[in-house]
Each structure stands twice: as structure tokens, then as C-alpha cells.
């Protein structure tokens, strides 16, 4: 906690009530969700309680080819930056979400930080200001990442799709397929240690997972299609769903546990 600053303890703590804790009860934090321990037992720190370990999934990506993903295909290929993928595709004509949106949406956060989230598609306040999560979905995601003691400065964020679909409907999967093969790219490039998916669509896409609550919770591995590069991936679940189920932020918080664990032993947070 020492070196949170206040605005982040704040965020961390509003986050908490959010959950659900309406009172602190102790100077230590208790796990309550950790599996029992005899009390004759060697004193451990307790285990958070993870979705059993299975086998990873692991996932290369596949292609679909139609001519517009050949290009994007070849386009995104041809980056040799995230400044030339940026470039590349503010100047991309192949999507037609392109067409009714304001700005192109590329990224928010720090590309370096070795933590890379990725979620669906940018909304209405996201296509106004040209960043993703920055509406009451991205909000919530920061409160979240507060939680752990990230931030924008530690993470970085992209979605599927880069500009916003009408509506804030779902991305078709022609848009989605035109769009991926520079989101493989831009993986590549900024090259994390740890990917999150938020939510459904981006698990679909990216892991041909069917279905968020049966998935979340789990680490998996995403294989770069060029490079053959594995990089552990959590399904977890969208903040734009837990505004809607506030329920399910018990289990959002459960995987931030994960995440955080995860990040600290690979010397992320
Ligand atoms: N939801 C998303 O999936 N992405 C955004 O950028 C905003 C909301």
C-alpha cells in the first residue's frame, strides 16, 4: 500500500464498495475466499480460490481470407512499429465501420508494461475521444485496475475492432476478421508478458472459446500467428457487463487476484 497514492487507494477502496464491502472490520485483509487450512498446519499466506487448473487451451488464431483481409493482412505485416501500425491503420480504407465512425480508436496505456487488455470495440464516448475505456465501462476497468494497483501508466489497452460499430452493436465477423490480423500484429509489437480478454467477443476471436462464464478465470495461452509466440491469456469479464451484473464482480475480482499474482511473479506490478 505505501507506495499507492491516495487517488489509487481511493480508486482501490471505491472499487471494494463496489463489491460489496460496506464495512472494515480489521487492520489485515482476510481472503475469504481461500480453501480452509488446519489450524495445526505450517502458517502459508492462503490461496486465493482460482477456477480449477486445467490444461491450457492453446490458441493460434485462424485466418480467414477474403480480399480485404489479404490486404490488412499484408498491410499490418508490413509494420514495423506501433507508430507505423497507427499509421497504417488511420489510413486503412478496408472496414466499413470505418465509415461511420468519428476516430479511429488505436490504444490507450503503456505499451511497455508487459500487460496488455483487450476488449470488444469502442463505444460512443471512446469513438469521440479516439481512446478505448474511456466511458463508464473504461471507468469501472480503472477502478478495477486501481484494485491492483495498475493503472494506464502500467497497462496497456486496445479492443478488437478500431472504430466504433454503429450502435454499439456487436462487431460482425467480416468487420472482426478485417480488423484481427492488425490486432495480431499489434500484439506482436508491443510483445506482453500477460494478455486479458474482457469479455466475450474478444475470447471468441481470439481463443474460439464459446461463452465468458463458463471460460473466465482461466489462463490460457494465446500463440502469435507469425512469430509462434506464447504469451498466458485470462478470460475474464467485461466491465461493461459487471455495470450491468454487479453480482459478478465477486468473480471479476477473483481474476484481478489471478492477474495480480501473475503480474508480480513475472515482475509486472
Ligand atoms: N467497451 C469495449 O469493449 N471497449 C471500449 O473501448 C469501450 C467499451
Known sequence: ??????????????????????????????????????????????????????????????????????????????????????????????????????????????PSGGIMFIGEAPGADEDRQGLPFVGRAGQLLDRMLAAIGLDRQTVYITNIVNWRPPGNREPSPEEAAICLPFLYRHIELANPKLLVLLGAVPVRHLTGLQGILRHRGRWEIYRCPSSGREIPVMLTLHPAYLLRQPSAKRLAWQDLTAISRRAKSLGLA
Not at 489450524?39 to 480485404?68: D, F, L, Q, Y
Open 1 to 110: 500500500m505505501s507506495d499507492l497514492t491516495r487517488e489509487k487507494a481511493r480508486a482501490a477502496l471505491q472499487w471494494l464498495v463496489e463489491c460489496g464491502a460496506d464495512e472494515a472490520i480489521g487492520e489485515a485483509p482476510v481472503n475469504r475466499l481461500a480453501r480452509a487450512t488446519p489450524n495445526h498446519g505450517p502458517k502459508t499466506s492462503p490461496a486465493i480460490n482460482e477456477a480449477p487448473v486445467v490444461r491450457p487451451h492453446v490458441t493460434t488464431p485462424t485466418k480467414i481470407e477474403t480480399p480485404t483481409t489479404a490486404s490488412s493482412e499484408g498491410i499490418a505485416a508490413a509494420c514495423q512499429s506501433l507508430e507505423q501500425l497507427r499509421a497504417a491503420l488511420s489510413t486503412f480504407d478496408g472496414c466499413e465501420l470505418k465509415r461511420h465512425a468519428t476516430n479511429l480508436v488505436f490504444a490507450d496505456g503503456n
